[in-house]
């Protein structure tokens, strides 16, 4: 019954699908790529090669965010890790309010991060805002959050993890709970003990939701920008500024070439960072 | 049979994708009601500028000529940029677009969007170097919107009886001030870089000073024949900046501080002196009016007494959209915003913040202290519109550079130096020749 009718008839339920997917993905992508390399109004443009690509790594103020785009990824990515393991683990026990705790953690995560981001910058006000006043009553001099350029970027990685983890911790307890029963009777028979039990059988164990949340967590990182914004528009000057941000600047401004070059190069880079990251984590799973 | 599947398949994607983008333009249309014999007229704004004159005439308009006028709002700022360039860009302009004039309405393109209103009659009595600033390749397009406006130093008249100070006519004069103030534990000088737009005003509002001392420089600057961070006028801006931040004259916490915080020190009198816009003066008005009358202004000084003056702000315009259907009516809308009417009626619903850029209307005399404060200056002549006002550029990130300089991240020169790199990119988007 495999003929051409058949299959041909199977393929047209594809079409719609199929026209909505390259109208508003692939075709998009493919114009982007063109019009990086014009000089482009909107509704006039002139081609001229490679310049805004020289433009946006030439410049101090554009290329600033390079840097910064990637300490934000790999600290946010790190703590989420780390943190979210950790809680994964906590919060995978027999604990009596364990529904509770897992709630309260993943409770940020439903926030919309421009919210979160307005509050932060409010508790973070060197002298009004509640997270100085909470160090001052305890003696100690709280810093500029955002206003200090050495700690401004780490002050919204933090805020970002606070947010995010929570997705991380439910992936890990996922993980962990996927983890057979037989592993840990061994262990019993063994007599390891809690330590064994972490980094013997819970961390290799947990290996593919570990990567799971370190690529979501890494890419999440590089093309981050609307907790920035939210928080501290990309400054003082351009200390927190990340290429996302970057580039919504020079779209503001009404340099579309000069933009969409900008978000050619975050695709390239987060292609580059992403693909052999995920291969080499890939590589390194262990089957259960 | 098959065919016509196909058809029905790809008909009812393309109607599903037409109804969707209906969606978006419609409710700019059909909010007002359909009768056809009544006329309504969208216009755009934004949140920021003072409402209560142009409601005011749009009632005007709507009693003489029955045109209802229906206001969409926009965020200030680049934010709003971005709205209203997309708007244009997707033809779906309101009728009335309400846009800064200058180098900013020169980035619309104008020509291709606005209706050109050289010709009318209502453009007669509009001062000329208003329509300087809205005009392209010879064509005027838009009508004054506002009162225009002064960049200059707000400061707190009852501060300054109480610690003895007279209004400084010299940058060191000030200076002098700024140290007293300093001593007597009030801010000398408020910063609120948390709305960043704010920290450009030391360097835009020295324009006067600039072209008092090099008159040349916007036309060399635009030609790419002069540099900020060469030319030593231009660069004596950024310099006033960085001191300002040097000598420690600005609130400990003004990265954190809003515009709406820094309204409330210096209308209190915490803060002294802010170096600001004359919105400053409505603003005030509407939170704490009975302080209103404690705030005056004088000018960005320079090195020297008799060249002071003011550096102005010639106010947003409104442009009438090429593409509406109402460009009559819009017309007549304008006809009646800038007649003596008009104008009347305009003053009767809010106070203005500064003298209107129509030639032969009087201002009352109950207009606010700060604006008596300016007159002097306008009716000798000592103004110079901003930069941005005589030459086309402006780099979109002249702000966060202006933070980095009163922040003490950049010295003057660097950040000059950074701020002619800005540039060029506008620059190169406009098309100007030189670059």
Same mark, same amino acid.
């Given at each position: 019954m495999n003929t051409l009718t058949n299959r041909s008839y199977t393929n047209l339920f594809l079409l719609p699908a199929g026209i909505v997917y390259f109208v508003f993905f692939l075709l998009p992508t493919i114009l982007s790529f063109f019009f990086s390399m014009t000089w482009w109004t909107l509704t006039d443009w002139k081609f001229i090669g490679l310049e805004n690509f020289k433009t946006f790594l030439s410049e101090e103020s554009l290329n600033i965010g390079f840097k910064n785009t990637i300490i934000y990824a790999v600290v946010t990515c790190a703590l989420k890790v780390i943190l979210g393991l950790l809680l994964g683990v906590f919060l995978s026990?027999?604990?009596?309010?364990v529904g509770f705790i897992r709630s309260m953690v993943f409770f940020p995560t439903l926030l919309s991060t421009v919210a979160v981001g307005i509050a932060f910058s409010t508790l973070m006000h060197p002298s009004q805002g509640m997270i100085n006043a909470a160090l001052a009553a305890i003696g100690i001099a709280g810093p500029d959050w955002l206003g200090d350029i050495q700690i401004a970027l780490l002050s919204v990685a933090l805020v970002d993890v606070w947010k995010g983890v929570g997705l991380a911790t439910v992936i890990f307890i996922a993980g962990i709970m996927s983890i057979p029963e037989d592993y840990y009777e061994a262990l019993m028979i063994d007599g390891g003990n809690t330590w064994n039990k972490f980094w013997n059988i819970i961390v290799p164990l947990s290996r593919p939701a570990m990567n799971t949340v370190i690529i979501l967590a890494f890419i999440g990182g590089l093309r981050s920008f609307d907790l920035v914004w939210a928080m501290t528009k990309g400054g003082p000057g351009f200390s927190t500024d990340l290429i996302a941000s970057i580039i919504y600047k020079q779209y503001q401004a009404g340099f579309y070439g000069l933009s969409t070059a900008g978000n050619v190069i975050l695709f390239i880079l987060v292609s580059l960072l992403a693909f052999p990251l995920y291969a080499y984590l890939n590589r390194k799973e262990v089957d259960l | 049979m098959r065919k016509k599947k196909i058809f029905s398949l790809l008909g009812s994607t393309v109607l599903m994708a037409g109804l969707l983008s209906a969606c978006g333009s419609e409710e700019g249309s059909?909010?007002?009601?359909?009768? %056809?014999e009544q006329t309504t007229l969208t216009l755009l704004r934004d /949140?920021? %500028? %003072?409402q209560e004159g142009m409601n005011a005439v749009a009632k005007l308009v709507e009693e003489k000529y029955g045109i209802k006028t229906e206001f969409e709002t926009r965020p200030g700022g680049t934010e709003g940029d971005n709205i209203v360039k997309t708007r244009l860009a997707t033809g779906d302009m309101a009728d009335i677009a309400f846009y800064n004039s200058g180098s900013l309405m020169q980035a619309l393109n104008p020509e291709k969007n606005f209706v050109d209103l /050289?010709?009318?009659?209502?453009?007669?009595?509009?001062?000329d170097s208003f329509k300087e600033t809205v005009t392209a390749n010879g064509k005027v397009y838009g009508a004054p919107a506002l009162p225009v406006s002064v960049g200059g130093w707000f400061y707190n008249k009852k501060v300054y009886k109480e610690l003895g100070l007279s209004v400084p006519k010299t940058w060191d004069e000030l200076m002098a001030n700024n140290e007293k103030i300093k001593k007597s534990g009030k801010t000398a000088v408020i910063g609120s870089y948390k709305d960043t737009w704010t920290s450009q005003l030391i360097v835009l509002a020295d324009n006067h000073n600039v072209i008092a001392e090099d008159p040349s420089f916007p036309e060399e600057y635009t030609a790419n024949k002069a540099k900020m961070a060469t030319t030593p006028a231009a660069l004596k801006s950024f310099e006033k900046l960085q001191e300002v931040h040097d000598k420690g004259y600005?609130?400990?916490?003004f990265l954190a501080t809003t515009y709406d915080n820094a309204l409330k020190m210096l209308a209190e009198g915490t803060g002294v002196h802010y170096p600001m816009l004359s919105q400053v003066i409505p603003s005030i008005e509407k939170n704490y009016p009975e302080l209103v009358e404690d705030i005056g202004v004088f000018p960005q000084p320079g090195d020297s007494a008799e060249k002071n003056g003011f550096t102005v702000w010639m106010p947003a315009a409104f442009y009438v959209n090429k593409n509406s259907e109402n460009v009559d009516a819009a017309k007549k809308w304008l006809e009646v915003y800038l007649s003596q009417e008009g104008i009347e009626t305009y003053l009767s619903a809010t106070k203005p913040e500064g003298p209107f850029a129509v030639e032969g209307v009087e201002l009352p005399d109950d207009v606010y202290g700060a604006v008596k404060d300016m007159m002097p200056y306008f009716d000798s002549g000592k103004t110079t519109p901003a930069l941005e006002f005589l030459s086309p550029i402006k780099g979109p990130n002249l702000q966060q550079i202006t933070t980095e300089v009163g922040s003490g991240i950049k010295s003057a020169k660097e950040g000059a130096k950074s701020y002619d790199t800005d540039v060029e990119k506008q620059a190169k988007q406009l098309g100007l020749e030189g670059w």
């Open positions: 026990s027999r604990l009596r309010t | 059909s909010a007002g009601g359909g009768s %056809s /949140t920021q %500028s %003072s /050289t010709n009318e009659p209502f453009m007669e009595n509009v001062m600005m609130n400990e916490d």
